[in-house]
């Protein structure tokens, strides 16, 4: 397979709250693309486990996979939904429980290599957005699009406050919220990997629909290159 006939990647990677999951999500739809969230898996896998006997310090990585048997993703749209014993999970993923351990969960090497393959046989299925952590590094290398999104600490809160809250957050709720994302950077740092031929994007600034836009941008840019080198 010629690099011109492998399945169109778009990589969105970034830290807590950089509103990866929502930008990818939209990119995919303007583009006519698959959307897989790989931070979803990583919850879903969370989940799974969760409703087991045993503290979460306890956990090994043998029984988180011997649960994520039950995970399975199924494309439904322009997304990939995720499924646990065949039940659609959405919301539940995000829960504050969920959210406290998922870090811990995803520093188990299986559990990487477990949603890598994941993320990797959605990509097989035709042109895609993933997100994530290490998108553009470790599971998607050859990526045509790299992308990563950044704000800082106190917007993110702010956003993610006014998603969950669904208001405008007061000062101490920001403080406290922008203390947990960055205590979950710190902990996310050692899967944490940014390319270096990724295009940062820092949305502190931006709407969500100016950043949408500039990354549709930057992959008809993409796509037109590809389909001119595959015509040469
Ligand atoms: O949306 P948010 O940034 O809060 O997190 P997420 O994308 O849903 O990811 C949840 C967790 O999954 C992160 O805190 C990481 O621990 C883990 N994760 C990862 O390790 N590698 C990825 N490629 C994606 C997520």
Redesign the pocket.
């Known amino acids: 397979m010629s690099a011109a006939d492998q399945p169109f990647v778009i990589a969105i990677d970034g830290p807590?709250?950089?509103g990866?999951?929502s930008t990818a999500k939209l990119v995919a739809e303007r583009l006519g693309m698959h959307h897989a969230?790989?931070?979803?898996v990583?919850?879903a896998a969370t989940l799974a486990r969760i409703g087991r006997p045993g503290a979460p310090e306890s956990w090994t990585p043998g029984s988180v996979l011997h649960e994520v048997a039950g995970v399975t993703l199924v494309r439904a749209g322009t997304s990939f939904e995720i499924r646990l014993s065949g039940k659609v999970v959405g919301d539940e993923l995000h829960e504050p429980a969920i959210?406290a351990v998922?870090?811990l969960v995803?520093k188990m090497g299986p559990v990487r290599e477990w949603v890598n393959e994941l993320m990797r046989s959605c990509a097989d299925e035709g042109p895609i957005v993933v997100d994530?952590?290490?998108?553009g590094t470790t599971v998607f290398p050859g990526a045509q699009l790299k992308v990563c999104l950044i704000a800082h600490a106190d917007e993110r809160a702010r956003r993610r406050l006014l998603q969950r809250l669904g208001r405008a957050p007061i000062e101490d709720e920001i403080a406290a919220e922008t203390a947990a994302l960055q205590e979950?950077d710190a902990?996310?740092a050692v899967?944490t990997r940014q390319a270096p031929d990724a295009v940062v994007i820092d949305t502190t600034h931006l709407t969500q629909g100016e950043q949408v836009e500039r990354i549709v941008e930057l992959a008809k840019d993409r796509l037109a290159r590809t389909s001119t080198h595959g015509a040469t």
């Open positions: 807590a709250a950089s990866k999951s969230d790989s931070g979803a990583y919850r959210t998922v870090s995803a994530g952590r290490d998108m979950r902990k996310d899967q």
